[in-house]
């Protein structure tokens, strides 16, 4: 696993389907491309945590009741909820019937599907990405003032680090945030973290890159106070498809376009 930053963006792997309650995209409509993602706004009002519970597994429900502070557990729970309705969207089956499982690395995948997913969090916001293809996904809240030259120095490629440093001062900090996540999807989606030397990965700082390997690492265009990036493996040029929202209150939405709330600048 790589390292994790001092403010630890939490990074799960589970989550469901929305019929009438929350997952929301328009009708008859499926993603374009390889990779659909879900953007969750996990403090927004929705149902009893109770009821949200009842849709994960017994393992789920267990860690959820480890958590010490409650606005964790909820998140938390959010989280999940939210991904196993997306999935069973997919799959056609019940949230919590969503066949979840984990290969010898620990990464998540799904049992007799071909469907692939990943799925991180940070503050107030979960990230889904689904699709045909190996993915990785990852989101962090910006913290002003978080100091990322000794993180650059020791995961960041030179020219990386060269490319930051000549950065002006108040572009810096975004910038780091979009280079981790960057290396954290492609991380994710190889599922094998371990060991990975990352000062030896470029991916750059922004915008879209190819990589010999086949992987293509794509910046995310996400709420303010956010970087988030999309890792995926395939053969042939691929772009993201439109980033749509879960609705844990299950209103009725609107199909497609990301709509959320600039204040939303939660931090695990």
Do not use: N
Not at 23 to 43: E, Y
Not at 168 to 187: I, L, S
Not at 193 to 202: A, C, N, R, Y
Request: hydrophobic share 40%; aromatic share 6%.
């Amino acid at each position: 696993m790589i390292p994790k930053l001092p403010f630890s963006t939490v990074s799960d792997e589970p989550v469901r389907r929305r019929d009438a309650r929350g997952v929301r995209r328009a009708q008859g409509q499926r993603s374009s491309g390889p990779v659909s993602l879900w953007w969750v706004a996990l403090d927004a009002p929705s149902p009893a945590l109770e009821d949200l519970e009842r849709d994960l597994a017994p393992a789920e429900q267990l860690r959820a009741a480890r958590f010490l502070r409650p606005e964790d557990r909820r998140r938390y729970v959010a989280a999940r909820w939210s991904l196993r309705h997306v999935l069973a969207d997919r799959l056609g089956c019940a949230p919590r019937d969503v066949p979840i499982v984990a290969d010898d690395r620990g990464k998540p995948g799904l049992a007799g599907s071909e469907l692939r997913f990943s799925t991180s969090r940070s503050g107030g916001v979960a990230l889904h990405a689904v699709g045909s293809i190996e993915v990785g996904v990852d989101v962090e809240a910006i913290r002003e003032g978080f100091g990322f030259e000794r993180i650059a120095a020791r995961f960041f490629t030179l020219s990386e680090q060269r490319e930051l440093a000549a950065l002006p001062p108040q572009a810096r900090q975004a910038a780091g945030f979009r280079c981790w996540t960057r290396k954290e999807a492609y991380v994710k989606g190889l599922g094998d973290g371990l060991g990975l030397p990352l000062q030896s990965v470029h991916v750059g700082l922004g915008g879209s890159v190819r990589m010999e390997s086949g992987w293509s690492v794509h910046q995310l265009d996400v709420a303010p106070g956010f970087a988030a990036a999309l890792a995926g493996l395939s053969s042939e040029e691929w772009q993201p498809g439109p980033l749509r929202s879960v609705d844990i209150a299950g209103l009725p939405l609107a199909a497609s376009a990301l709509e959320v709330d600039s204040d939303l600048h939660g931090t695990d």
